[in-house]
């Protein structure tokens, strides 16, 4: 009994370890890469004028994507692809990892409506397995690092340490496959230990801007009325998404495996509609910041058309090579629909945000929990019962047949 005490102590104690070198690996990743965009996006077009600069940086990164793509391939893996080759295969190849970084970081700097935690979790659990074959004096404990990687990587990417124990055994049917004792203790101990690291390095070193936060929810009584259509509008856009989920997957098998030419396509038209419609390029984090400060001085008919615009960015770079996750942009896209909502029916805006994103991020997702708990990142506890309802809700919205 002593012998088996001991051997979980280890085991917790490996997990807080390696949260802890995950946490200073991503806090890297994300420092460099917005210092590069500074650098590429702010500070070469505030010294030099360029006609063209948006396109001409897009195509560039483009030429190096299909560079890359070509001579190795659809590269970085998503999310889904990680963890489905990590529970098929017990291990995920890390022979290329510190390359695979690169690959995650071009889009991302380059202006990809993406996110990182797609790449960032490949490297992760590429790491994990890299350790366990070199590292056999953690015995049989090392197998289970990459499962520890992946929820840590999630939960300090998006800040949220619940979100990244929980989406990974959330189903898309809303059932959960929990760990046992032992293995959630370590998670939640890599976790903390990984987004503490994070956080610190962030406070003394500079980190990204990230995901403003949201104020409390004032609303009238009539308002709550109008959660419904906001909902059904939200639900909507997310089977928007879908249907350019499905077409730019059908381009791209049509062009087969010219990957060059999908990279640069991407690019041209990334360039030209960054061009017109700049606060649909990247991520969403500091976007969704520029929005909630000028909203109001957008047209109604621009509120509901810049979603749109980015949901079919996010699946056009994604298909077409500029791959990354997808979360942080359709985050965006639920925001920026929720402002057009508030100015549409004259309702409070964090309370349609709160609605919107909940719902267009469920329609993707089909996890409502782990929906919620991302969301946390950006609006305070008390918002916690309008997002849980407008997820449910969503979640529980038939998909129609085509769109599966």
Same mark, same amino acid.
């Given at each position: 009994?002593?012998?088996? *005490?001991?051997?979980?102590?280890?085991?917790?104690?490996?997990?807080?370890? %390696?949260? =802890?070198?995950?946490?200073?690996?991503?806090?890297?990743?994300?420092?460099?890469?917005?210092?590069?965009?500074?650098?590429?996006?702010?500070?070469?077009?505030?010294? %030099?004028?360029? $006609?063209? !600069?948006?396109?001409?940086?897009?195509?560039?990164?483009?030429?190096?994507?299909? +560079?890359?793509?070509?001579?190795?391939?659809?590269?970085?893996?998503?999310?889904?692809?990680?963890?489905?080759?990590?529970?098929?295969?017990?291990? !995920?190849?890390?022979? *290329?990892?510190?390359?695979?970084?690169?690959?995650?970081?071009?889009?991302?700097?380059?202006?990809?409506?993406?996110?990182?935690?797609?790449?960032?979790?490949?490297?992760?659990?590429?790491?994990?397995?890299?350790?366990?074959?070199?590292?056999?004096?953690?015995?049989?404990?090392?197998?289970?690092?990459?499962?520890?990687?992946?929820?840590?990587?999630?939960?300090?990417?998006?800040?949220?340490?619940?979100?990244?124990?929980?989406?990974?055994?959330?189903?898309?049917?809303?059932?959960?496959?929990?760990?046992?004792?032992?293995?959630?203790?370590?998670?939640?101990?890599?976790?903390?230990?990984?987004?503490?690291?994070?956080?610190?390095?962030?406070?003394?070193?500079?980190?990204? %801007?990230?995901?403003?936060?949201?104020?409390?929810?004032?609303?009238?009584?009539?308002?709550?009325?109008?959660?419904?259509?906001?909902? =059904?509008?939200?639900?909507?856009?997310?089977?928007?998404?879908?249907?350019?989920?499905?077409?730019?997957?059908?381009?791209?098998?049509?062009?087969?495996?010219? !990957?060059?030419?999908?990279?640069?396509?991407?690019?041209?038209?990334?360039?030209?509609?960054?061009?017109?419609? $700049?606060?649909?390029?990247?991520?969403?984090?500091?976007?969704?910041?520029?929005?909630?400060?000028?909203?109001?001085?957008?047209?109604? !008919?621009?509120?509901?058309?810049?979603?749109?615009?980015?949901?079919?960015?996010? *699946?056009?770079?994604?298909?077409?090579?500029?791959?990354?996750?997808?979360?942080?942009?359709?985050?965006?896209?639920?925001?920026?629909?929720?402002?057009?909502?508030?100015?549409?029916?004259?309702?409070?805006?964090?309370?349609?945000?709160?609605?919107?994103?909940?719902?267009?991020?469920?329609?993707?997702?089909?996890? $409502?929990? =782990?929906?919620?708990?991302?969301?946390?990142?950006?609006?305070?506890?008390? *918002?916690? +019962?309008? +997002?849980?309802?407008?997820?449910?809700? =969503?979640?529980?919205?038939?998909?129609?047949?085509?769109?599966?």
């Amino acid at each position: 009994m002593k012998t088996k *005490n001991n051997n979980r102590i280890v085991f917790i104690m490996l997990g807080a370890a %390696a949260g =802890a070198v995950i946490g200073g690996i991503i806090w890297a990743f994300m420092r460099v890469m917005h210092l590069l965009i500074e650098l590429l996006w702010d500070y070469i077009p505030g010294v %030099a004028h360029i $006609p063209g !600069y948006t396109v001409l940086m897009c195509l560039l990164g483009g030429i190096v994507i299909g +560079i890359i793509q070509k001579k190795y391939g659809p590269c970085p893996d998503d999310l889904h692809q990680v963890m489905a080759k990590y529970k098929r295969d017990g291990r !995920y190849p890390y022979h *290329n990892v510190w390359f695979m970084l690169i690959a995650a970081l071009m889009p991302l700097i380059f202006g990809g409506a993406i996110g990182p935690e797609a790449g960032l979790t490949g490297v992760i659990v590429g790491l994990c397995c890299w350790a366990g074959d070199n590292f056999k004096f953690a015995g049989r404990y090392m197998s289970e690092l990459p499962e520890i990687g992946i929820s840590t990587t999630l939960g300090i990417v998006f800040r949220s340490p619940l979100f990244g124990f929980i989406e990974p055994i959330e189903n898309d049917d809303d059932e959960f496959v929990l760990p046992k004792a032992s293995k959630t203790t370590a998670i939640f101990c890599a976790v903390l230990a990984g987004f503490g690291i994070f956080m610190l390095l962030s406070k003394f070193l500079g980190s990204g %801007a990230g995901m403003p936060r949201f104020e409390k929810v004032s609303i009238e009584r009539g308002e709550l009325l109008f959660a419904v259509p906001v909902l =059904a509008i939200s639900v909507v856009l997310g089977y928007v998404y879908m249907i350019f989920d499905k077409l730019t997957q059908a381009a791209a098998e049509k062009l087969g495996k010219r !990957y060059f030419i999908m990279a640069v396509i991407a690019a041209l038209v990334l360039g030209i509609i960054g061009t017109v419609f $700049p606060i649909a390029m990247f991520s969403g984090e500091e976007e969704i910041q520029k929005l909630a400060e000028t909203y109001t001085q957008y047209p109604l !008919y621009l509120l509901f058309i810049i979603p749109v615009i980015k949901v079919f960015l996010i *699946n056009m770079c994604i298909r077409f090579g500029w791959r990354g996750g997808s979360f942080f942009p359709s985050i965006f896209a639920g925001v920026c629909l929720g402002y057009a909502c508030s100015a549409a029916f004259d309702i409070d805006p964090v309370f349609a945000v709160s609605i919107s994103s909940a719902a267009v991020m469920t329609t993707i997702m089909r996890k $409502p929990l =782990a929906v919620a708990l991302l969301l946390l990142l950006c609006f305070p506890v008390s *918002n916690l +019962i309008y +997002i849980l309802a407008a997820a449910f809700l =969503a979640s529980i919205t038939p998909v129609p047949k085509i769109l599966k």
